[in-house]
T-cell receptor
Framework: DTGVSQDPRHKITKRGQNVTFRCDPISEHNRLYWYRQTLGQGPEFLTYFQNEAQLEKSRLLSDRFSAERPKGSFSTLEIQRTEQGDSAMYLCAISATGSSYNEQFFGPGTRLTVL | SQQGEEDPQALSIQEGENATMNCSYKTSINNLQWYRQNSGRGLVHLILIRSNEREKHSGRLRVTLDTSKKSSSLLITASRAADTASYFC????????????WGAGTKLIIKP
């Protein structure tokens, strides 16, 4: 158990619909990350939160994507007007508070399929 | 964009044999990490080696780092069926204290 849960685990949606994913760290961690992973590839960084502040967004994150971490605990990732190219596994990860080495602990992911 | 590149892309060995995977990267790093991913447990952190370390052990895992060649290797000794998974290396850019950059992974299959 990595201490990170994600919901839902699977999401099937039609092109053009909006979807929202949630990440819940079990305990408080000040660093939270979102990644996207497609089949046969490693994770690609999307965005990073230090507490509730979103400090960096990848160029991969188009304006259809938005992420929030309102109280510095759970986080949500929303994709508006989904496209088939958004089909992927969306992973949330946390770093232990105080870690200087950035070891990350991942949730099980949300697999998105856009039809 | 992916920074790390794992080699080989796929590896199939008999149970009990040793498995070696390699990773190359492009920029200066603070540390390099290896992760394992299988369908049952998702992405799991295995081991971290700092840029000033050359070798590190953890159980059946041995990691080496050669910063002059910008490469690392992961050795799994006495492989078991449960080691079947994809293995990824991840580096953090020396200019960034939060972002990990990942390779495409090595898919390891352990045959019983």
């Amino acid at each position: 158990d990595t201490g990170v849960s994600q919901d839902p685990r699977h999401k099937i949606t039609k092109r053009g619909q909006n979807v929202t994913f949630r990440c819940d760290p079990i305990s408080e961690h000040n660093r939270l990350y979102w990644y996207r992973q497609t089949l046969g590839q490693g994770p690609e960084f999307l965005t990073y939160f230090q507490n509730e502040a979103q400090l960096e967004k990848s160029r991969l994150l188009s304006d259809r994507f938005s992420a929030e971490r309102p109280k510095g605990s759970f986080s949500t990732l929303e994709i508006q007007r989904t496209e088939q190219g958004d089909s992927a596994m969306y992973l949330c990860a946390i770093s232990a508070t105080g870690s200087s080495y950035n070891e990350q602990f991942f949730g099980p992911g949300t697999r998105l399929t856009v039809l | 964009s992916q920074q790390g590149e794992e080699d080989p892309q796929a590896l199939s060995i008999q149970e009990g044999e040793n498995a070696t995977m390699n990773c190359s990267y492009k920029t200066s790093i603070n540390n390099l990490q290896w992760y394992r991913q299988n369908s049952g447990r998702g992405l799991v952190h295995l081991i971290l080696i700092r840029s000033n370390e050359r070798e590190k052990h953890s159980g059946r895992l041995r990691v080496t780092l050669d910063t002059s060649k910008k490469s690392s290797s992961l050795l799994i000794t006495a492989s078991r069926a449960a080691d079947t998974a994809s293995y990824f290396c991840a580096t953090d850019d020396r200019d960034s204290n939060y972002q990990l950059i990942w390779g495409a992974g090595t898919k390891l299959i352990i045959k019983p």
